[in-house]
Nanobody, 123 residues
């Protein structure tokens, strides 16, 4: 069973940066597609960034140019680098994984989820 471990959340002032990490011990890591989703209180979960097993990426319009997703297959870890953070970026961020679904932000495509890490951006 694949388990995901997220880290890197925290509180930061608007304009600051954070790096989220999501790791797994799965030996088939390189075959997985990954994504980050976030959910703020009272709002629906939304896709933020995704990276396919082939390395292709996709981003929500609201984070394009500010966030970057990447993967390190040697470390079984993928990262979400968040720059120029805004208060509206606050929420619980979830890492998700699935075999070979490509770069997608559709939550229905993912069957493996982490526990989430909180990001708070204050003005």
């Amino acid at each position: 069973q694949v388990e995901l471990v997220e880290s890197g959340g925290g509180s930061v002032q608007a304009g600051g940066s954070l790096r989220l990490s999501c790791s797994t011990s799965s030996y088939v890591y390189e075959h997985y597609s990954w994504a980050w989703f976030r959910q703020a209180p009272g709002k629906e979960r939304e896709g933020v960034a995704g990276i396919g097993h082939d390395g292709r990426t996709t981003y929500a319009d609201s984070v394009k140019g500010r966030f970057a997703i990447s993967r390190d297959n040697a470390k079984n870890t993928q990262y979400l680098i968040m720059n120029s953070l805004k208060p509206e970026d606050s929420g619980m961020y979830y890492c998700a994984a699935e075999l070979r679904v490509g770069a997608t932000l559709n939550s229905d495509d993912f069957g493996i989820w982490g526990q989430g890490t909180q990001v708070t951006v204050y003005s």
